[in-house]
């Protein structure tokens, strides 16, 4: 993991595409700005463990009855 420090208003560029943004902090929290292409999905991380619980579970396939 690579750990990196920015003051506010300073950036972080990952490849050619991403640029990460300091908009502000307060106390513990750190306000990021990202620009990433349409292409890339962000999340946050408990959104994206919840995208893959949900993809990841057996769905309930109903059959139909005749």
């Given at each position: 993991m690579?750990?990196?420090?920015?003051?506010?208003?300073?950036?972080?560029?990952?490849g050619d595409k991403i640029?990460?943004?300091?908009?502000?902090?307060?106390?513990?929290?750190?306000?990021?700005?990202?620009?990433?292409?349409?292409?890339?999905?962000v999340h946050r991380e408990e959104v994206y463990e919840a995208i893959q619980r949900e993809t990841d579970a057996p769905h309930d396939a109903v059959e139909p009855t005749n």
């Open positions: 690579l750990v990196l420090s920015r003051k506010k208003d300073e950036k972080i560029i990952i640029t990460l943004m300091v908009i502000d902090i307060r106390g513990d929290k750190v306000r990021l700005g990202i620009d990433a292409p349409k292409d890339v999905t």
